[in-house]
């Protein structure tokens, strides 16, 4: 267990120096703002916080007279007091589309942002002004008066049985893939089928999936260790189709020399190094667009969503299912999956079928009236 919790310290430090890199190019303020929440938040929540931060800081120095030929780390408390809340409706507009430079070729890129995006950037902005509002750097909290976009919430994206069956059929056969990507195949193909009957077998997140040591793992139980968000571990289980396809890839990765600081890593990328989740999400994307091709979104997400599906349609417990995805709040669990309560309840109203209701009263009303009528 030591191990893992290496791993994990190992992906909190790197990204506590990113972050370390970013608060260099904004506004001192921002330091002052992550030592506020370091206790209460993960890295991850801190970096993406810290790379929204910059689009704002960005957008105000391109688009804002008042802080033009400034420089974001030059920004102080007094220039961010005179931010109003038509600044605040700008920075909204300027988020469903703009320009930005591409950090490796130079290019210049178009980033463009659903409401989803841009109503998490505009609440981290909000978190920043109520923290400067509250410790006294500003002399109002504008973001308030700006109104957050509405969420439009879409149907979870999910892959039916027969889909998950070709999915797993096209690992197995290859059929369908290009002919280098059979070649990679030949090497990785277990591996990939491992790892896509996990998701689809326990619902685990991706980053729990790239965190899987060998040790975590007990075949005698068929179960194994995660670290959760927040940090909690919890013990999942695998039912045997899991556990034979993790056994037959196992029997493979014992053959392989790690390189060193991956030496327990469960699953390892063609390297030999602990396979990253970009690359998880890369074969997930693959294989399912050969399996389901009218849904070009099937991610690692959308194959935990599938097993969420999956154990709600058996179970009918949204409190189970909270508790094997990992939902700190099971009314996130019921948003997504006690949906499909009302979509039988829509299908059972399809059943009954009122002309033929209607047809039958037609002849039962004609019986009656052959029927004498006896007075009393």
């Known amino acids: 267990m030591a191990q893992k919790n290496d791993y994990r310290a190992q992906v909190d430090?790197?990204?506590?120096?990113?972050?370390r890199e970013l608060l260099k190019h904004l506004p001192g303020v921002c330091r002052d703002y992550f030592l506020s929440v370091t206790m209460t938040t993960s890295t991850l929540t801190r970096l993406a916080y810290a790379y929204d931060f910059r689009i704002f800081f960005d957008y105000l120095c391109k688009e804002n007279p008042i802080f033009a030929d400034t420089d974001p780390y030059l920004i102080t408390p007094k220039l961010l007091d005179v931010i109003t809340a038509t600044d605040i409706a700008g920075y909204q507009e300027y988020l469903?589309?703009?320009?930005?430079?591409?950090?490796?070729?130079?290019?210049?890129?178009?980033?463009q942002n659903s409401e989803l995006g841009i109503m998490r950037k505009l609440c981290s902005i909000r978190s920043l002004f109520e923290f400067l509002f509250k410790n006294k750097y500003i002399s109002a909290n504008v973001t308030t008066l700006i109104d957050l976009p509405k969420h439009h919430e879409k149907p979870i994206l999910r892959l039916e049985r027969d889909e998950m069956e070709r999915l797993l059929q096209t690992v197995d056969s290859g059929d369908g893939l290009s002919k280098r990507q059979k070649a990679y195949a030949k090497f990785t193909g277990i591996r990939d089928k491992a790892i896509?009957?996990?998701f689809l077998g326990t619902g685990i997140r991706v980053s729990e999936c790239v965190g899987l040591d060998i040790t975590d793992i007990d075949f005698e139980l068929n179960a194994f260790a995660v670290t959760r968000k927040g940090g909690n571990q919890a013990i999942l289980y695998f039912p045997d189709e899991v556990a034979d396809a993790l056994k037959e890839y196992l029997?493979?990765?014992?053959?392989?020399?790690?390189?060193?600081?991956h030496e327990n890593a469960f699953f390892l990328s063609m390297q030999k190094r602990r396979i990253t989740q970009r690359a998880v999400e890369n074969l997930v994307k693959k294989y399912a667009l050969i399996a389901a091709p009218l849904k070009k979104r099937i991610s690692p997400h959308k194959l935990r969503s599938t097993f969420g599906t999956n154990l709600y349609q058996e179970s009918g417990d949204i409190y189970l299912v909270a508790d094997v995805?990992?939902?700190?709040?099971v009314n996130t669990t019921r948003k997504h999956y006690a949906a499909m309560t009302d979509s039988r309840r829509r299908m059972a109203a399809g059943m009954v079928k009122l002309g033929a209701i209607s047809a039958n009263n037609d002849n039962n009303d004609e019986k009656t009236e052959e029927e004498p009528i006896n007075d009393q």
């Open 196 to 198: 896509i009957t996990l």
């Open 96 to 111: 469903t589309h703009y320009y930005t430079t591409d950090a490796a070729s130079g290019d210049e890129k178009i980033v």
């Open 325 to 329: 995805l990992g939902h700190s709040d």
């Open 251 to 261: 029997a493979q990765r014992d053959e392989i020399e790690a390189l060193p600081g």
């Open 13 to 19: 430090l790197k990204r506590t120096e990113h972050l």
